[in-house]
């Protein structure tokens, strides 16, 4: 989507900042401060855009997908402390609980972190103060374990459920939220070779489970 949107958006640009200087050409024209602030507009929202579809991509450019061994216990323990200032400010209670059946897994630490990052953040958008969240690790198969992150927060509505991971879908418009949050979530968990689910129940609460293989799977 983002690749799709960002080629008729340079094309935008282009004509835009070319009728610019056209304007500009024309002392009649660049004196006239109407004409110039509407291009100037058209070129800051171009501009927006593209900081919007630079951070879709971002992610998925340059950087190979790391093969560290990862303690997911450790890595979701980092988030939990970066996040730990407005936990502690908001009351919340949680607990992370990992299975002794859970082994160490060869992933990419940076690219796990954004995942519970944006998850959790959105628990976090969802809870009331005091609110819980549960996050549990367990071994989902041979080949994949599982991480659950579960809150009793508002909960989403069974219509909006299929549409959480598309971009731009956001009920925070307005409210900060860019809807691209569990987009890129679900990106980064396609390159780690997994999997993410959702449950959820309005006013009882919602789960994110990401499946992610123990062993990168092999391209083919
Ligand atoms: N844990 C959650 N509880 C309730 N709603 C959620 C939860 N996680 C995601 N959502 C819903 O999914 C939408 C999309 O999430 P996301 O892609 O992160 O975008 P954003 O957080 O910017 O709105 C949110 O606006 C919200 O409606
Ligand atoms: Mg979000």
Redesign the pocket.
């Known amino acids: 989507v983002a690749h799709e949107i960002n080629n008729p958006l340079a094309v935008i640009n282009e004509k835009a900042g070319l009728i610019k200087d056209l304007f500009s050409m024309k002392e009649e024209w660049a004196k006239n401060e109407k004409l110039m602030n509407t291009i100037n507009a058209v070129l800051a929202s171009v501009e927006r855009c593209a900081n919007i579809t630079r951070r879709l991509l971002g992610f998925m450019r340059n950087t190979g997908v790391a093969a560290e061994s990862i303690n997911l216990k450790e890595t979701i323990q980092e988030v939990l402390a970066f996040l730990g200032k407005e936990a502690e400010y908001r009351s919340f209670h949680i607990s992370v609980h990992v299975d002794d059946t859970v082994p160490l897994i060869a992933s990419d630490r940076g690219r796990l972190q954004e995942i519970f990052l ?2 959790i ?3 976090f ?2 809870m009331k103060d005091g609110g819980h969240l549960d996050v549990t690790v367990k071994r989902h198969t041979q080949d994949m374990v599982s991480v659950t992150i579960r ?1 009793d ?4 509505p069974k219509a ?1 459920l299929e549409r ?1 991971f598309e971009p731009f ?4 418009a307005g409210k900060g ?7 890129i979530t679900s990106g980064l968990v396609q390159e780690l070779g997994g999997e993410i689910r959702v449950e ?1 129940e309005v006013g009882q609460g ?1 789960a ?1 489970t990401v499946l992610l293989p123990i062993q990168p799977k092999k391209k083919e």
């Open positions: 944006n998850v953040n959105n628990s958008a969802a809150d927060g508002c909960g989403i909006d959480v879908f956001s009920t925070k939220g860019t809807g691209l949050g569990l987009s959820s919602t994110f």
